[in-house]
């Protein structure tokens, strides 16, 4: 994984510390040939969700971000995360 993208990600969770960050798809299981990076976002309420989309259209980079938004409870219904490996990358994740 790029450094500064991940580094870049980070800065934005760090924001919104009642949301969880993962990362996960073909950005982590196949190294240099990915094509976009996946990075699904756990919220406990909406409100900061078209901030968020807003602070990584910002980031400078020639990424393609695709954003996933589940609730909390969605999470814990459809193990999401579980099922694709993500990686927590935000550190705030507690179900």
């Known amino acids: 994984m790029e450094v500064n993208i991940i580094n870049e990600i980070k800065t934005i969770a ?3 510390c009642d949301h969880s ?4 798809g073909s950005y982590i299981t196949n190294g240099k040939t990915y094509g976009d ?3 699904l976002i756990i919220y406990k309420t909406i409100d900061h ?3 968020i989309r807003r602070d990584f259209q910002k980031i400078n980079s020639y990424e393609i971000f695709h954003l996933m938004f589940l ?4 999470e814990e219904e459809i193990k999401f995360i579980k099922k694709v490996e993500a990686v927590d ?3 705030n994740w507690q179900l």
Do not use: A, L, P, T
């Open 21 to 24: 960050f993962f990362v996960f």
């Open 71 to 74: 609730s909390y409870e969605e």
């Open 49 to 51: 969700i078209e901030q």
């Open 14 to 16: 760090e924001r919104y």
């Open 89 to 91: 990358i935000s550190g």
């Open 37 to 39: 990076i996946d990075i």
